[in-house]
């Protein structure tokens, strides 16, 4: 049995397991386990592999310590693990700096809206009232953030509501038709007219396709 070496001395104090030294000098556990106790001393290979993986100077193998010295094992965890002790080559090296937190945006003001225009007077009428709605739908479409779910319903609302109001026009219209064509001055004027025309069949009867 070899004496006590720094070499052993440092590797003992990294707290590195025998699985991690072998796989950083290629070695077995075996080997590892004799390195620790100091049984023997890795060769040149092996010692450049530990100098890279835990920082141990490749001469300190062969620096033997005083006779009675005690090798420090490194504390163990809650686990009941040795601590790892950070090579030299970390330790030297500087800390990152941590990243900066990107600074908050700032928050947004509320859109201010605007009011919806003012509604007609009771009794204006349904076609009015319809686009009335119309009018607000398309005030809600311009002014209001909305959802894609609730712009789309929006959208449908308006449509039906454009396809509303000339449903409502149409009926109006025949509605003030039918009116007119009953009226008894409007009767008495197509009679004088046909009457007028009596000797002309084929004039009269182009007036009255006109006015079927």
Known sequence: MLGVNDGQRLLVETGASLGK?????????????RWKRGETIPRLEAR?????????????????L?????IKVPPRNKAG????????????AKPKPKPKKAAPKPARAPREIPPYPDAPEAGAGTVVDVRYLLVCIRHDLQHRELTAGARSKLRSDEARTIALVAKIEREEELKEDRYVR????????????????????EAAQ???DAMA
Not at 81 to 92: F, G, N
Request: hydrophobic share 40%.
């Open 21 to 33: 030294i072998a796989g950083a000098a290629g070695c077995s556990k075996g080997t590892a386990q």
């Open 48 to 64: 450049l592999a530990m100098r890279d993986a835990f920082g141990i100077d490749p001469d300190a193998w062969d620096t033997e």
């Open 66 to 70: 005083p006779r009675g010295f005690a």
């Open 81 to 92: 693990r040795p601590r790892a002790v950070k090579p030299a080559a970390e330790l030297d």
């Open 182 to 201: 009953n009226h008894p001055a409007f009767r008495e004027h197509c009679d004088r007219i046909l009457g007028a025309l009596k000797p002309y069949p």
């Open 206 to 208: 182009a007036v009255i």
